[in-house]
């Protein structure tokens, strides 16, 4: 199992284990087409656990909560030279913006991407950071806002519609699993999302 795969694996157990502790206050709703588990916040108590070893980091939960929308965990060190990106999910809200981009060859290519309103502050930091430090894959706009290159095509065609019918007067919330596995030469329309597991 090569290092992405154990990394998705340790987001999976981490959260799973949280839903598990405070299964009690989750709310199961059962609709005709599906079953959706309730996005209410649920506070952690502070007595239980919430730091956890892996590859030799500490990573701690924020804000002792955990639920579909946002459960982040950030590597507890201050140690500058050591990659601090955070993981979990977010939940960001904003609205569908297409931009023209260079891939290789200079063929020109359209990348699909959510300009930023809203959204975790370890996860829009960790994005901020990765452009201010010369990484091209997303960008900052004329208004200062992050426009982040998001994975569609794993999404159902109605959530793919919904996000394109977003704008800046009707925004959408996007929940994504973060982050993915970075590589060199990756194509310019490529994500950091590992994939959008929510859209409303």
Same mark, same amino acid.
């Given at each position: 199992?090569?290092?992405?795969?154990?990394?998705?694996?340790?987001?999976?157990?981490?959260?799973?284990?949280?839903?598990?502790?405070?299964?009690?206050?989750?709310?199961?709703?059962?609709?005709?087409?599906?079953?959706?588990?309730?996005?209410?916040?649920?506070?952690?108590?502070?007595?239980?656990?919430?730091?956890?070893?892996?590859?030799?980091?500490?990573?701690?939960?924020?804000?002792?909560?955990?639920?579909?929308?946002?459960?982040?965990?950030?590597?507890?060190?201050?140690?500058?030279?050591?990659?601090?990106?955070?993981?979990?999910?977010?939940?960001?809200?904003?609205?569908?913006?297409?931009?023209?981009?260079?891939?290789?060859?200079?063929?020109?290519v359209v990348c699909d991407a959510l300009t930023?309103?809203?959204?975790?502050?370890?996860?829009?930091?960790?994005? $901020?950071?990765?452009?201010?430090?010369?990484?091209?894959?997303?960008?900052?706009?004329?208004?200062?806002?992050?426009?982040?290159?998001?994975?569609?095509?794993?999404?159902?065609?109605?959530?793919?519609?919904?996000?394109?019918?977003?704008?800046?007067?009707?925004?959408?919330?996007?929940?994504?699993?973060?982050?993915?596995?970075?590589?060199?030469?990756?194509?310019?329309?490529?994500?950091?999302?590992?994939? $959008?597991?929510?859209?409303?």
């Open positions: 199992m090569n290092k992405f795969l154990y990394i998705i694996a340790f987001i999976a157990i981490l959260i799973g284990s949280y839903f598990i502790i405070n299964s009690q206050n989750k709310v199961l709703q059962e609709t005709t087409e599906n079953t959706e588990i309730s996005s209410t916040v649920t506070e952690i108590d502070k007595d239980k656990e919430s730091s956890y070893d892996y590859n030799s980091n500490t990573y701690q939960l924020t804000d002792n909560f955990c639920n579909l929308e946002k459960c982040i965990f950030t590597k507890n060190t201050d140690d500058i030279e050591t990659d601090q990106t955070p993981i979990g999910i977010g939940t960001f809200e904003g609205y569908y913006t297409q931009y023209n981009k260079l891939d290789w060859g200079d063929v020109p930023v309103i809203n959204g975790p502050k370890e996860f829009t930091d960790d994005f $901020i950071n990765k452009v201010n430090s010369g990484n091209a894959i997303n960008k900052i706009n004329e208004l200062g806002q992050l426009v982040f290159n998001i994975p569609l095509f794993s999404l159902s065609s109605e959530d793919r519609q919904k996000i394109k019918n977003s704008s800046i007067n009707n925004p959408v919330k996007i929940s994504i699993l973060y982050p993915t596995r970075v590589g060199r030469g990756v194509p310019a329309c490529f994500s950091f999302a590992e994939k $959008i597991i929510n859209v409303k």
